[in-house]
Protein backbone atom coordinates (compact mmCIF):
# COMPACT_ATOMS: atom_id res chain seq x y z
CA UNK A 1 0.00 0.00 0.00
CA UNK A 2 1.34 3.37 -1.37
CA UNK A 3 0.57 6.14 1.82
CA UNK A 4 -1.43 9.20 0.35
CA UNK A 5 -2.27 11.56 2.98
CA UNK A 6 -3.95 15.11 2.38
CA UNK A 7 -3.96 18.25 4.08
CA UNK A 8 -7.52 20.36 2.94
CA UNK A 9 -7.95 23.19 4.78
CA UNK A 10 -10.72 25.66 3.78
CA UNK A 11 -10.01 29.05 2.75
CA UNK A 12 -12.64 31.02 5.26
CA UNK A 13 -8.98 32.46 7.03
CA UNK A 14 -5.43 32.67 7.07
CA UNK A 15 -3.36 29.84 8.13
CA UNK A 16 -3.87 28.67 11.44
CA UNK A 17 -0.51 27.58 13.66
CA UNK A 18 -2.88 24.85 14.48
CA UNK A 19 -3.14 24.22 10.50
CA UNK A 20 0.51 24.69 10.25
CA UNK A 21 1.14 21.86 12.34
CA UNK A 22 -1.81 19.37 10.93
CA UNK A 23 0.07 19.91 7.53
CA UNK A 24 3.23 19.47 8.55
CA UNK A 25 2.56 15.87 10.44
CA UNK A 26 0.82 14.80 6.91
CA UNK A 27 3.82 16.20 5.55
CA UNK A 28 6.07 14.12 7.53
CA UNK A 29 3.91 10.92 7.56
CA UNK A 30 4.15 11.30 3.96
CA UNK A 31 7.84 11.23 2.98
CA UNK A 32 8.63 9.17 5.81
CA UNK A 33 6.80 6.38 4.46
CA UNK A 34 7.79 7.32 0.63
CA UNK A 35 4.02 8.00 0.50
CA UNK A 36 1.83 11.16 -1.63
CA UNK A 37 1.18 14.45 0.31
CA UNK A 38 -1.92 16.05 -1.26
CA UNK A 39 -3.47 19.53 -0.99
CA UNK A 40 -7.16 19.84 -1.47
CA UNK A 41 -9.28 22.50 -1.23
CA UNK A 42 -12.22 22.84 0.73
CA UNK A 43 -14.01 25.43 -0.85
CA UNK A 44 -17.92 24.70 -0.81
CA UNK A 45 -18.53 27.37 1.40
CA UNK A 46 -18.67 30.00 -0.86
CA UNK A 47 -19.48 32.83 1.15
CA UNK A 48 -16.95 32.78 3.26
CA UNK A 49 -14.48 31.45 1.05
CA UNK A 50 -12.10 34.12 -0.36
CA UNK A 51 -9.38 34.04 -2.61
CA UNK A 52 -6.93 36.03 -0.03
CA UNK A 53 -7.20 33.00 2.35
CA UNK A 54 -6.57 30.77 -0.80
CA UNK A 55 -3.61 32.55 -1.62
CA UNK A 56 -2.65 32.50 2.12
CA UNK A 57 -2.61 29.05 3.04
CA UNK A 58 -0.70 28.39 -0.25
CA UNK A 59 2.20 31.06 0.72
CA UNK A 60 2.16 29.77 4.31
CA UNK A 61 2.76 25.84 3.54
CA UNK A 62 5.14 27.24 0.70
CA UNK A 63 7.22 29.65 3.16
CA UNK A 64 7.33 26.59 5.96
CA UNK A 65 8.98 24.32 3.00
CA UNK A 66 6.15 21.99 3.08
CA UNK A 67 5.71 21.24 -0.67
CA UNK A 68 2.92 18.98 -1.44
CA UNK A 69 3.39 16.17 -4.38
CA UNK A 70 0.04 16.44 -5.70
CA UNK A 71 -3.34 18.98 -6.15
CA UNK A 72 -4.15 22.40 -5.89
CA UNK A 73 -1.68 24.38 -8.80
CA UNK A 74 0.41 20.77 -8.19
CA UNK A 75 -1.90 18.97 -10.51
CA UNK A 76 -2.63 15.21 -10.21
CA UNK A 77 -5.09 12.28 -11.51
CA UNK A 78 -8.26 13.96 -10.65
CA UNK A 79 -9.34 16.64 -12.91
CA UNK A 80 -10.04 18.83 -9.46
CA UNK A 81 -8.46 19.55 -5.98
CA UNK A 82 -11.14 22.10 -5.41
CA UNK A 83 -14.29 20.43 -3.93
CA UNK A 84 -16.06 23.98 -5.48
CA UNK A 85 -15.62 22.00 -8.94
CA UNK A 86 -16.74 18.45 -7.76
CA UNK A 87 -19.96 19.19 -7.02
CA UNK A 88 -21.57 17.18 -9.41
CA UNK A 89 -19.44 14.18 -7.93
CA UNK A 90 -21.22 14.84 -4.78
CA UNK A 91 -24.36 15.04 -6.28
CA UNK A 92 -24.20 11.73 -7.88
CA UNK A 93 -22.88 10.04 -4.97
CA UNK A 94 -25.96 11.39 -2.98
CA UNK A 95 -28.20 10.21 -5.91
CA UNK A 96 -26.79 6.93 -5.54
CA UNK A 97 -26.77 6.18 -1.85
CA UNK A 98 -30.87 7.40 -2.15
CA UNK A 99 -31.47 4.69 -4.68
CA UNK A 100 -29.64 1.89 -2.91
CA UNK A 101 -31.40 3.34 0.03
CA UNK A 102 -28.48 4.64 2.39
CA UNK A 103 -30.15 8.19 2.00
CA UNK A 104 -33.44 9.35 1.89
CA UNK A 105 -35.20 12.88 0.70
CA UNK A 106 -35.88 14.62 3.80
CA UNK A 107 -38.73 17.78 4.52
CA UNK A 108 -38.48 17.80 8.12
CA UNK A 109 -38.62 21.29 9.13
CA UNK A 110 -36.51 23.15 11.24
CA UNK A 111 -39.39 23.85 13.86
CA UNK A 112 -39.94 20.47 13.79
CA UNK A 113 -36.33 19.32 14.27
CA UNK A 114 -36.05 21.85 16.98
CA UNK A 115 -39.55 20.82 18.84
CA UNK A 116 -38.12 17.14 18.63
CA UNK A 117 -34.83 18.09 20.14
CA UNK A 118 -36.22 20.09 23.38
CA UNK A 119 -38.76 17.00 23.76
CA UNK A 120 -35.62 14.42 23.47
CA UNK A 121 -33.48 16.66 25.78
CA UNK A 122 -36.21 16.98 28.25
CA UNK A 123 -37.01 13.39 28.09
CA UNK A 124 -32.94 12.62 28.77
CA UNK A 125 -32.69 10.79 25.04
CA UNK A 126 -30.80 11.38 23.05
CA UNK A 127 -31.47 14.16 20.06
CA UNK A 128 -29.87 12.39 17.25
CA UNK A 129 -32.61 12.83 14.13
CA UNK A 130 -33.87 9.33 13.07
CA UNK A 131 -35.86 10.67 10.41
CA UNK A 132 -39.49 9.64 12.28
CA UNK A 133 -40.96 12.41 10.23
CA UNK A 134 -40.11 11.86 6.82
CA UNK A 135 -42.62 10.19 4.23
CA UNK A 136 -41.92 6.72 2.76
CA UNK A 137 -39.46 6.46 -0.14
CA UNK A 138 -42.29 6.24 -3.01
CA UNK A 139 -43.99 9.57 -1.34
CA UNK A 140 -40.55 11.44 -0.91
CA UNK A 141 -39.56 10.62 -4.61
CA UNK A 142 -43.18 11.78 -6.09
CA UNK A 143 -42.59 15.09 -3.81
CA UNK A 144 -39.12 15.82 -5.28
CA UNK A 145 -40.52 15.14 -8.73
CA UNK A 146 -43.14 17.47 -8.23
CA UNK A 147 -40.44 20.05 -7.42
CA UNK A 148 -40.36 19.99 -3.52
CA UNK A 149 -37.25 21.18 -1.82
CA UNK A 150 -36.02 18.89 0.32
CA UNK A 151 -32.44 17.59 1.71
CA UNK A 152 -30.80 14.83 1.68
CA UNK A 153 -29.96 12.68 5.19
CA UNK A 154 -27.74 9.76 5.70
CA UNK A 155 -29.84 6.91 7.53
CA UNK A 156 -27.89 5.75 10.16
CA UNK A 157 -28.29 2.17 10.60
CA UNK A 158 -29.85 1.87 14.56
CA UNK A 159 -29.10 0.33 16.32
CA UNK A 160 -25.83 -0.10 16.06
CA UNK A 161 -21.76 1.62 16.85
CA UNK A 162 -19.05 2.41 14.87
CA UNK A 163 -15.27 1.97 16.21
CA UNK A 164 -12.20 2.54 15.03
CA UNK A 165 -8.81 2.65 16.22
CA UNK A 166 -7.26 5.84 16.29
CA UNK A 167 -3.65 6.02 15.57
CA UNK A 168 -3.17 8.60 17.99
CA UNK A 169 -6.20 7.81 20.32
CA UNK A 170 -6.72 4.22 20.47
CA UNK A 171 -10.25 2.95 20.19
CA UNK A 172 -12.96 5.03 19.27
CA UNK A 173 -16.42 4.12 19.52
CA UNK A 174 -19.68 5.68 18.71
CA UNK A 175 -23.06 4.57 19.18
CA UNK A 176 -25.05 5.47 16.75
CA UNK A 177 -27.72 6.17 19.62
CA UNK A 178 -25.85 9.51 19.38
CA UNK A 179 -25.08 9.98 15.87
CA UNK A 180 -27.76 12.68 13.91
CA UNK A 181 -29.29 10.82 10.55
CA UNK A 182 -26.74 14.16 8.87
CA UNK A 183 -27.69 15.94 6.14
CA UNK A 184 -25.57 15.60 3.12
CA UNK A 185 -26.71 17.10 0.40
CA UNK A 186 -28.61 20.56 1.28
CA UNK A 187 -31.88 21.59 -0.61
CA UNK A 188 -29.68 23.97 -2.91
CA UNK A 189 -27.35 21.21 -4.14
CA UNK A 190 -24.69 22.01 -2.04
CA UNK A 191 -22.64 18.89 -0.08
CA UNK A 192 -22.14 19.08 3.63
CA UNK A 193 -19.06 18.83 5.04
CA UNK A 194 -19.06 15.27 5.64
CA UNK A 195 -20.21 14.56 2.37
CA UNK A 196 -17.57 16.78 -0.02
CA UNK A 197 -14.70 15.59 2.69
CA UNK A 198 -15.34 11.79 2.02
CA UNK A 199 -16.33 11.37 -1.14
CA UNK A 200 -12.84 12.86 -1.79
CA UNK A 201 -10.88 10.96 0.83
CA UNK A 202 -12.59 7.58 -0.98
CA UNK A 203 -12.02 9.27 -4.74
CA UNK A 204 -8.28 10.32 -3.84
CA UNK A 205 -7.26 7.02 -2.40
CA UNK A 206 -6.56 8.71 0.73
CA UNK A 207 -4.74 5.68 3.12
CA UNK A 208 -4.77 7.97 6.28
CA UNK A 209 -7.20 11.05 7.35
CA UNK A 210 -4.59 12.60 9.93
CA UNK A 211 -6.73 15.85 11.08
CA UNK A 212 -7.85 18.01 14.22
CA UNK A 213 -9.51 16.65 17.14
CA UNK A 214 -12.61 19.06 16.69
CA UNK A 215 -13.24 16.68 13.68
CA UNK A 216 -13.46 13.13 16.08
CA UNK A 217 -17.19 13.05 16.07
CA UNK A 218 -17.33 13.87 12.44
CA UNK A 219 -15.65 10.69 11.97
CA UNK A 220 -18.36 7.82 12.43
CA UNK A 221 -20.42 9.50 9.91
CA UNK A 222 -17.22 9.53 7.53
CA UNK A 223 -16.90 5.84 8.12
CA UNK A 224 -20.50 5.55 7.96
CA UNK A 225 -20.56 7.03 3.93
CA UNK A 226 -17.49 5.46 3.09
CA UNK A 227 -18.54 1.93 3.58
CA UNK A 228 -22.53 3.24 2.51
CA UNK A 229 -20.00 3.74 -0.91
CA UNK A 230 -18.51 0.66 -1.02
CA UNK A 231 -15.57 1.68 -0.24
CA UNK A 232 -12.11 0.93 2.29
CA UNK A 233 -12.23 3.11 4.96
CA UNK A 234 -8.99 5.17 6.08
CA UNK A 235 -7.15 4.71 8.89
CA UNK A 236 -7.52 7.78 11.24
CA UNK A 237 -5.49 9.98 13.52
CA UNK A 238 -6.79 12.70 15.13
CA UNK A 239 -4.27 15.47 16.68
CA UNK A 240 -5.15 16.88 20.12
CA UNK A 241 -5.73 20.64 19.97
CA UNK A 242 -3.70 23.32 20.99
CA UNK A 243 -3.96 25.13 23.94
CA UNK A 244 -2.47 28.52 25.36
CA UNK A 245 -0.21 28.60 28.41
CA UNK A 246 -2.88 29.26 30.56
CA UNK A 247 -4.93 25.94 29.70
CA UNK A 248 -7.79 27.32 27.34
CA UNK A 249 -7.92 26.60 23.76
CA UNK A 250 -5.45 28.56 21.72
CA UNK A 251 -6.82 32.24 20.51
CA UNK A 252 -6.03 35.42 19.29
CA UNK A 253 -5.78 36.48 23.42
CA UNK A 254 -2.55 34.13 23.56
CA UNK A 255 -0.43 35.91 20.51
CA UNK A 256 -0.84 35.35 17.17
CA UNK A 257 -2.59 32.32 15.17
CA UNK A 258 -2.13 32.98 11.86
CA UNK A 259 1.40 31.45 10.51
CA UNK A 260 1.45 35.04 8.08
CA UNK A 261 1.90 36.80 11.55
CA UNK A 262 5.22 34.79 12.52
CA UNK A 263 6.37 35.24 9.13
CA UNK A 264 5.88 39.14 9.45
CA UNK A 265 7.25 39.44 12.97
CA UNK A 266 10.44 37.80 11.69
CA UNK A 267 10.39 34.22 12.47
CA UNK A 268 12.69 31.85 10.33
CA UNK A 269 10.49 29.20 8.68
CA UNK A 270 13.28 26.63 10.12
CA UNK A 271 12.16 27.72 13.77
CA UNK A 272 8.60 27.54 13.30
CA UNK A 273 8.61 24.54 11.45
CA UNK A 274 10.89 23.58 14.34
CA UNK A 275 8.59 24.17 17.31
CA UNK A 276 5.28 23.00 15.23
CA UNK A 277 6.65 19.59 14.97
CA UNK A 278 6.65 19.40 18.91
CA UNK A 279 3.49 20.32 19.40
CA UNK A 280 2.36 16.86 20.00
CA UNK A 281 5.14 14.95 19.19
CA UNK A 282 9.01 14.46 20.33
CA UNK A 283 11.94 13.08 18.27
CA UNK A 284 12.69 10.92 21.36
CA UNK A 285 15.63 12.67 23.19
CA UNK A 286 16.37 15.84 24.33
CA UNK A 287 16.61 17.31 21.32
CA UNK A 288 14.33 20.19 21.05
CA UNK A 289 16.30 21.34 17.94
CA UNK A 290 15.66 19.11 14.65
CA UNK A 291 15.53 20.07 10.91
CA UNK A 292 13.42 18.87 8.52
CA UNK A 293 15.31 16.07 7.05
CA UNK A 294 16.29 15.11 10.83
CA UNK A 295 11.92 15.15 11.44
CA UNK A 296 11.24 13.02 8.61
CA UNK A 297 13.82 10.23 10.05
CA UNK A 298 12.44 9.79 13.33
CA UNK A 299 8.50 10.95 12.83
CA UNK A 300 6.28 8.15 13.69
CA UNK A 301 2.47 9.09 14.00
CA UNK A 302 1.66 6.30 16.62
CA UNK A 303 3.89 8.26 18.82
CA UNK A 304 2.04 11.44 18.91
CA UNK A 305 0.74 12.52 22.02
CA UNK A 306 -3.24 12.83 22.89
CA UNK A 307 -2.81 15.43 25.13
CA UNK A 308 -3.47 18.53 24.19
CA UNK A 309 -0.52 20.79 22.98
CA UNK A 310 0.36 24.14 24.72
CA UNK A 311 1.83 26.38 22.42
CA UNK A 312 4.15 29.17 23.82
CA UNK A 313 4.75 31.90 22.28
CA UNK A 314 7.70 32.74 24.27
CA UNK A 315 8.73 29.33 23.90
CA UNK A 316 8.85 29.91 20.03
CA UNK A 317 10.57 33.22 19.82
CA UNK A 318 13.40 31.60 22.18
CA UNK A 319 13.97 28.88 19.27
CA UNK A 320 13.48 31.93 16.46
CA UNK A 321 16.62 33.28 18.78
CA UNK A 322 18.52 30.26 18.53
CA UNK A 323 18.18 29.80 14.83
CA UNK A 324 19.09 33.01 14.18
CA UNK A 325 22.21 32.66 16.10
CA UNK A 326 23.16 29.46 14.22
CA UNK A 327 22.55 31.26 10.78
CA UNK A 328 25.73 32.05 9.06
CA UNK A 329 26.48 35.66 8.93
CA UNK A 330 25.87 35.95 5.15
CA UNK A 331 22.81 34.46 5.24
CA UNK A 332 21.72 36.84 8.34
CA UNK A 333 22.71 39.57 5.98
CA UNK A 334 20.82 38.78 3.36
CA UNK A 335 17.76 38.11 5.56
CA UNK A 336 17.72 41.45 7.09
CA UNK A 337 18.81 43.66 4.28
CA UNK A 338 15.43 43.78 2.58
CA UNK A 339 13.65 44.81 6.30
CA UNK A 340 16.65 47.66 6.41
CA UNK A 341 16.02 48.76 3.02
CA UNK A 342 12.12 48.80 3.82
CA UNK A 343 12.79 50.88 6.96
CA UNK A 344 15.01 53.57 5.35
CA UNK A 345 12.61 53.39 2.40
CA UNK A 346 15.65 53.19 -0.21
CA UNK A 347 17.85 50.26 -1.27
CA UNK A 348 21.61 50.15 0.00
CA UNK A 349 24.38 50.73 -2.11
CA UNK A 350 27.25 47.87 -2.08
CA UNK A 351 29.30 50.08 0.75
CA UNK A 352 26.25 50.05 2.96
CA UNK A 353 25.85 46.11 2.37
CA UNK A 354 29.32 45.71 3.32
CA UNK A 355 28.92 48.37 6.71
CA UNK A 356 25.52 45.82 7.57
CA UNK A 357 27.62 43.12 7.21
CA UNK A 358 30.32 44.44 9.40
CA UNK A 359 28.30 44.68 12.14
CA UNK A 360 25.80 41.58 11.52
CA UNK A 361 27.30 38.94 13.50
CA UNK A 362 27.20 41.75 16.67
CA UNK A 363 23.19 42.29 16.05
CA UNK A 364 22.77 38.49 15.13
CA UNK A 365 24.04 37.25 18.58
CA UNK A 366 21.21 39.37 20.36
CA UNK A 367 18.33 39.14 18.13
CA UNK A 368 15.81 36.58 18.62
CA UNK A 369 13.52 38.50 15.45
CA UNK A 370 14.03 39.39 12.32
CA UNK A 371 12.61 42.86 12.82
CA UNK A 372 14.26 43.83 15.72
CA UNK A 373 17.45 44.44 13.28
CA UNK A 374 16.16 47.40 11.03
CA UNK A 375 15.72 50.22 14.02
CA UNK A 376 18.85 49.04 15.47
CA UNK A 377 21.15 49.61 12.42
CA UNK A 378 19.13 52.10 10.77
CA UNK A 379 21.38 55.00 12.41
CA UNK A 380 24.32 53.57 10.05
CA UNK A 381 22.74 54.43 7.03
CA UNK A 382 20.52 57.70 7.80
CA UNK A 383 20.64 60.51 9.92
CA UNK A 384 19.65 59.98 13.29
CA UNK A 385 16.96 61.27 16.01
CA UNK A 386 17.25 61.10 19.62
CA UNK A 387 15.41 58.95 21.26
CA UNK A 388 14.03 61.30 23.74
CA UNK A 389 14.32 59.14 26.71
CA UNK A 390 17.59 57.76 25.98
CA UNK A 391 18.91 61.79 25.59
CA UNK A 392 16.77 62.68 29.14
CA UNK A 393 18.23 60.10 31.34
CA UNK A 394 22.13 60.54 29.81
CA UNK A 395 23.25 63.58 27.73
CA UNK A 396 21.56 65.95 30.70
CA UNK A 397 24.36 64.42 33.20
CA UNK A 398 27.49 65.77 34.71
CA UNK A 399 29.75 64.80 32.80
CA UNK A 400 28.19 64.10 29.49
CA UNK A 401 29.43 66.91 27.61
CA UNK A 402 33.02 65.91 28.19
CA UNK A 403 32.94 62.93 27.10
CA UNK A 404 30.98 63.65 23.78
CA UNK A 405 33.82 66.32 23.28
CA UNK A 406 36.85 64.18 24.28
CA UNK A 407 35.63 61.40 22.00
CA UNK A 408 35.26 63.77 19.20
CA UNK A 409 39.05 65.03 19.81
CA UNK A 410 40.25 61.47 20.36
CA UNK A 411 38.80 60.17 17.70
CA UNK A 412 39.91 62.76 15.10
CA UNK A 413 43.63 61.55 16.06
CA UNK A 414 43.26 57.84 15.40
CA UNK A 415 45.36 57.04 12.85
CA UNK A 416 44.76 53.81 11.18
CA UNK A 417 41.10 52.95 11.39
CA UNK A 418 40.05 49.64 13.10
CA UNK A 419 37.38 48.97 15.96
CA UNK A 420 40.61 48.10 18.14
CA UNK A 421 41.81 51.68 17.41
CA UNK A 422 38.41 53.44 18.24
CA UNK A 423 38.15 51.06 21.86
CA UNK A 424 42.21 51.88 22.44
CA UNK A 425 41.04 55.37 21.73
CA UNK A 426 37.99 55.93 23.58
CA UNK A 427 39.64 54.12 26.41
CA UNK A 428 42.54 56.26 26.52
CA UNK A 429 40.08 59.47 26.56
CA UNK A 430 37.99 57.86 29.76
CA UNK A 431 41.67 57.87 31.64
CA UNK A 432 42.41 61.43 30.74
CA UNK A 433 38.78 62.91 32.46
CA UNK A 434 39.19 59.88 35.28
CA UNK A 435 35.75 58.58 34.38
CA UNK A 436 33.83 55.19 34.48
CA UNK A 437 32.95 53.43 31.35
CA UNK A 438 28.93 53.54 32.33
CA UNK A 439 29.31 57.03 32.53
CA UNK A 440 31.76 57.89 29.83
CA UNK A 441 30.30 55.55 26.82
CA UNK A 442 26.50 56.25 27.51
CA UNK A 443 26.46 59.55 26.19
CA UNK A 444 28.74 58.64 23.28
CA UNK A 445 26.35 56.16 22.47
CA UNK A 446 23.17 58.13 22.35
CA UNK A 447 25.16 60.69 20.28
CA UNK A 448 26.26 57.98 17.56
CA UNK A 449 22.74 56.08 17.66
CA UNK A 450 20.48 57.98 19.21
CA UNK A 451 19.49 55.49 21.77
CA UNK A 452 21.28 54.27 24.97
CA UNK A 453 20.33 50.76 23.22
CA UNK A 454 22.21 50.12 20.20
CA UNK A 455 24.71 47.42 18.66
CA UNK A 456 28.24 47.86 20.51
CA UNK A 457 29.79 50.87 20.45
CA UNK A 458 32.83 50.47 19.50
CA UNK A 459 31.81 48.19 16.40
CA UNK A 460 29.13 50.96 15.77
CA UNK A 461 31.79 53.95 15.78
CA UNK A 462 34.45 51.40 13.49
CA UNK A 463 31.67 50.53 10.93
CA UNK A 464 30.12 54.25 10.82
CA UNK A 465 33.72 55.98 10.04
CA UNK A 466 35.42 58.52 11.33
CA UNK A 467 33.92 61.28 9.52
CA UNK A 468 30.64 60.32 10.47
CA UNK A 469 31.31 59.47 13.86
CA UNK A 470 32.91 62.52 14.63
CA UNK A 471 30.46 64.73 12.75
CA UNK A 472 27.42 63.09 15.14
CA UNK A 473 29.50 63.92 18.07
CA UNK A 474 29.90 66.99 17.27
CA UNK A 475 26.43 67.47 16.81
CA UNK A 476 25.50 66.08 20.12
CA UNK A 477 27.60 68.54 21.62
CA UNK A 478 26.24 71.75 20.21
CA UNK A 479 22.37 70.50 21.40
CA UNK A 480 24.10 69.80 24.50
CA UNK A 481 26.08 73.28 25.27
N1 LIG B 1 -11.66 21.51 5.77
C1 LIG B 1 -11.63 21.10 7.13
C2 LIG B 1 -11.12 22.22 8.00
O1 LIG B 1 -10.59 23.16 7.52
C3 LIG B 1 -10.75 19.88 7.38
C4 LIG B 1 -11.26 18.70 6.69
C5 LIG B 1 -10.62 17.40 7.06
O2 LIG B 1 -9.42 17.37 7.37
O3 LIG B 1 -11.31 16.43 7.02
O4 LIG B 1 -11.27 22.18 9.19
Redesign the pocket.
Known amino acids: MTVRV?????P?GYLHVG?GR?ALYNYLFARGQGGTFILRS?DTDEARSTEEFRADILDGLRWLGLEWDEGIEAGGPMESYRQSERLRRYQDVAAQLVASGRAYYSFATPDQLDEFRKEAQAEGRSPAYDGRFEPDPAEAAARVAAGEPATVRFAVPRPGETSFEDVVRGTVTFDHVQVDDFVILRSNGTPT?HLA?TVD?VDFGITH????E??LS?TPK?ILLTEAMEAERATYAHLSLLMGPDGKKLSKRHGHTAIKAYREEGYLPEAVLNYLALLGWSPGDDDTLIAVDGMIDRFDLSTVSKNPAIFDTDKLQWMNGVYIREMPSEAFVVAVQPGVEEHLGRSLDDEEVATLAEIAPLVQERTKLLTEVPPQVAFLFADIEYDENSWDKVMTKEGAAAAVAGAAEWLSDVDYWSIEAVETALRAMLEELEMSARKGFQPLRVAISGSSVSPPLFESIAALGREESVARLGRALELMT
Not at 6 to 10: H, I, K, T, V, Y
Open positions: RFAPSTGTDYSDVVRGDLSH
